[in-house]
Structures are given as C-alpha cells and as structure tokens.
C-alpha cells in the first residue's frame, strides 16, 4: 500500500503562484510514477502532470505547460508541483497519485490516489 497526502492548496490571485506538495508513504518502492490531476464540480478529472520517480521523465497537459512543473526528491517521498501564472480556470481540486508504470497522462494507470487540496484563483 502507498499512502499520499497533498498540502499547499488555498487562495491565490490570478497571476500568482502555489508550490503543492505530496507526501509518498508506504511500499513507494514498488511505484515508477507519480502524477498530478485536478477536478471541478460536475467535470471528469483532468490529468495534469506525471513525473517519473527514478528517470525524471515529466510529461505535461498542454494546459499546463509552461506554467506548472512537477518535480521528485529522489528518495521517493515526495512529490511537488511547482504552479505559476495561474489563471481562474485553474481553480479545482488538485490530487496526486502513483503509478507502477511510467509516466502517464491516463488515470487508469494510478493504482493509489491522495485526499486532495483545494486550489481557488480569483480573477
């Protein structure tokens, strides 16, 4: 089992930045990747960003890109991501996951999700 929770949601003005984290515990060993997706009321959950934990390989939502960076420490704890230039679309509910495989942008690739944080942008 792994066991992950986010920290570092809240309110942000638009333009600003947020620096979320995930905190990996449990058999982190037996996981290859972790992502990051949010969601909105009423709106599928959308992938966001997915980093690989031993080669650093990151792959990004077209959304995102530019703005947002995910990052790993290397002894597999924890997971960040780096949230700039925010707009009020990006408001939702921000949730990490691990993966056993790769890098993905597929949600069914996660096998353990955290609680979530709240993100909210105003305009």
């Known amino acids: 089992q792994v066991q992950l929770v986010e920290s570092g949601g809240g309110l942000v003005q638009a333009g600003g930045s947020l620096r979320l984290s995930c905190a990996a515990s449990?058999?982190?060993?037996?996981?290859?990747?972790m992502g990051w997706f949010r969601q909105t009321p009423g709106k599928e959950r959308e992938f966001i960003a997915s980093?690989?934990?031993?080669?650093?390989?990151?792959i990004y939502a077209d959304s995102v890109k530019g703005r947002f960076a995910i990052s790993a420490d290397n002894a597999k704890t924890t997971v960040y991501l780096q949230m700039n230039r925010l707009k009020p679309g990006d408001t939702a509910f921000y949730y990490c996951?691990?993966?056993?495989?790769?890098?993905?942008?597929?949600?069914?690739?996660?096998?353990?999700w955290g609680q979530g944080t709240q993100v909210t942008v105003s305009a």
């Open positions: 980093v690989g934990w031993n080669d650093d390989r990151t």
């Open positions: 996951a691990a993966s056993f495989f790769g890098p993905s942008d597929s949600s069914d690739y996660y096998a353990y």
């Open positions: 449990g058999r982190t060993d037996s996981t290859a990747s």
